[in-house]
């Protein structure tokens, strides 16, 4: 990446000229480089004003924004965003609510945007083309917004719905094919009946991943009617945020589910664990070649005694079937400071010796077993 493209400007107090000098500075540094801002301001619209008037002197070179600031200010900033050049748009409207979104319209019609990250945005404020659009982030919009990103976004092939929102009432999602997304994240803490609806209204012929945090999608009526749907090719499930409130749905989850390749546990809590240890080691998963945990998830499992259990699972043959054994299997570090120190306590610990002995060695990023 060449230097003076990527611009982080993040000003927590009043801006004094010398800070705006050093912005004029970085961007003529950055001659005529295609340009990803960084903007984080704070609550002041004076120092808004001094990086607009610095940073909309480049701004037919702007090809990322990523704008985190009230929502006062983000009125202030919406009418010099319309630049065809723009590819990627990010706004975080800090300490926004989902009833006080940004209502303005935000772009002009001629930006065709490939990615979006959205919080707290009217999908009504977004006056572009859609067909670049190839990845989505929207966090709180409601059904009726995302039934217009799917239908608009022929081009999407990842789309990550966090919290969707009940309004407006009494709307129901229409049933809908898109062709060519690829993976669908959903995470509902609040709302899960809403995400129900989601998976019920769509069909997805080229769906690979999956990516949640109720166990109940996973029951019959939900992904698994999708992928009959949709026969689509999924084999990837990702699950975190320690599954939401799910403990309950784990009785629903008795048929195999078979296709799944690739299993990942991000985050798992010591009352969900012996039933994902049950959905491990029964065979839910019948085809499932890679097991990756992360360290959190690996600990509870080592704890209820399910990993040796799992490394039992020895690989198949080349030539012979799957069976549901595992080919790979993973422990991954958080790569944060703190995911990082727990990785090294964990390795100094009784544990890190009974993986020596079983002789597991760390590597860049966790270590593997086989």
């Given at each position: ?195 129900a609806q989601i998976i019920n209204s ?8 999956f990516h949640c945090n109720e166990m ?155």
């Amino acid at each position: 990446m060449p230097l003076w493209s990527t611009i982080h400007i993040k000003f927590e107090w009043t801006a004094p000229s010398s800070r705006i000098n050093i912005l004029h500075d970085w961007i003529l540094r950055s001659r005529t480089l295609p340009l990803t801002l960084y903007v984080d301001i704070g609550d002041s619209t004076e120092e808004l004003k001094g990086v607009i008037d610095v940073i909309s002197q480049c701004s037919n070179r702007w090809h990322s924004l990523c704008l985190d600031m009230p929502l006062e200010l983000l009125r202030t900033f919406h009418r010099y965003v319309h630049y065809i050049p723009l590819r990627r748009l990010r706004i975080f409207i800090r300490g926004g609510l989902a009833d006080d979104k940004l209502r303005v319209p935000f772009l002009n019609p001629n930006v065709s945007l490939e990615k979006i990250e959205m919080v707290d945005v009217c999908f009504k404020s977004l006056q572009n083309l859609w067909n670049r659009l190839s990845t989505a982030i929207v966090e709180c919009f409601d059904l009726e917004e995302i039934t217009q990103l799917f239908q608009l976004a022929s081009q999407m092939t990842y789309c990550d719905i966090l919290l969707p929102q009940c309004r407006p009432e009494n709307f129901s999602m229409p049933p809908i094919i898109h062709q060519r997304l690829k993976t669908l994240s959903l995470c509902s803490t609040r709302y899960s009946d809403f995400a129900a609806q989601i998976i019920n209204s769509l069909t997805l012929p080229s769906l690979q991943e999956f990516h949640c945090n109720e166990m109940v999608f996973l029951t019959p009526a939900y992904l698994p009617a999708l992928m009959h749907r949709s026969s689509c090719p999924l084999t990837r499930i990702t699950l975190f945020k320690n599954l939401g409130n799910s403990c309950s749905y784990f009785g629903g989850l008795q048929q195999p589910l078979p296709g799944v390749t690739d299993l990942v546990v991000d985050q798992v809590d010591g009352i969900l664990v012996l039933k994902l240890k049950k959905l491990l080691l029964e065979n839910f998963f019948p085809d499932l070649r890679h097991l990756t945990l992360r360290l959190r998830a690996f600990l509870f499992l080592w704890n209820a005694g399910a990993i040796p259990l799992l490394l039992d699972r020895k690989r198949p043959r080349p030539d012979g079937p799957n069976e549901g054994r595992l080919h790979k299997f993973l422990v991954v570090k958080d790569q944060s400071t703190t995911g990082i120190d727990k990785f090294d306590r964990m390795w100094k610990s009784d544990v890190g010796e009974q993986l020596n002995a079983l002789n597991i060695s760390p590597r860049e990023g966790g270590f593997e077993f086989f």
